[in-house]
């Protein structure tokens, strides 16, 4: 009897972390993004899903092959208003550096972001 319930307990935590990690819907989707950096402006395609999704830069550039590459986003903090990923440019071409988006939804449903410290511009694609 004992360990039925201990099995019952352990199921009813994992299924409570579970729901805790769901991506709340606003953030789900295929999105525009666009930032601006001192040097110049950026644009990209992120798609994010579930279980995390891709980003992919709409630039490339011969001197720095990390540009133009789609790569995998890892969700790294999951709220019912933010949610914080990682874009795996390392997974893709191991001397690539990761970057951190940050998304927030506010109370009207809008969805913002930043790209590591800058804002970016977000349009449902």
Not at 6 to 27: H, M, R
Not at 84 to 89: E, N, Q, S, V, Y
Request: charged share 25%.
């Amino acid at each position: 009897m004992k360990r039925f319930h201990i099995v019952g307990l352990a199921l009813l935590l994992g299924g409570s972390a579970a729901l805790a990690q769901t991506v709340a819907k606003p953030f789900l989707g295929s999105w525009k993004v666009e930032w601006q950096t001192d040097r110049q402006t950026y644009q990209a395609v992120m798609e994010v899903t579930e279980t995390g999704g891709s980003w992919q830069t709409a630039t490339s550039s011969r001197s720095n092959p990390c540009f133009g590459r789609k790569v995998p986003m890892q969700h790294d903090s999951v709220t019912a208003d933010s949610l914080d990923m990682t874009l795996k440019f390392s997974d893709v071409i191991p001397d690539c550096k990761n970057a951190t988006v940050k998304l927030k939804v506010d109370d009207k449903g809008v969805v913002t972001g930043r790209r590591g410290g800058y804002e970016m511009q977000m349009k449902r694609d």
